[in-house]
């Protein structure tokens, strides 16, 4: 099983920037797409971006295009998901995920494995 552990949230205001980081146990970018999600208080767990595992195809969300970036660094088995010009509507907790059969499954959030989740809180 496959452990993915994320880092990077934390508390920034609105303008500003953050990158996460989700580190797995093993190598698994060579073969699964990987991808971020996240669920603000009430809300429902929803998809961010994904990427491809040869990083050569990537999804975003409409709300985050043109602002976030999502980035693969395969000799350290990591996935990245650079955030700028940050808005309060970002707030939530953002996990990282894999899946063996794509980035379109993955995309709706069938996951193979999860992250723990790191809080992002974006102040105005």
């Known amino acids: 099983q496959v452990q993915l552990v994320e880092s990077g949230g934390g508390l920034v205001q609105a303008g500003g920037s953050l990158k996460l980081s989700c580190a797995a146990s093993r190598r698994t970018f060579s073969t699964d797409a990987m991808g971020w999600f996240r669920q603000a208080p009430g809300k429902a767990r929803e998809f961010v971006a994904v990427?491809?595992?040869?990083?050569?195809?990537?999804y975003y969300a409409n709300s985050v295009k043109g602002r976030f970036t999502i980035s693969t660094d395969n000799g350290k088995n990591t996935v990245y998901l650079q955030m700028n010009s940050l808005k309060p509507e970002d707030t939530a907790v953002y996990y990282c995920a894999g899946g063996r059969f794509g980035i379109l499954i993955l995309k709706t959030g069938r996951a193979d494995y999860w992250g723990q989740g790191t809080q992002v809180t974006v102040s105005s």
């Open positions: 990427i491809s595992n040869s990083g050569d195809s990537t």
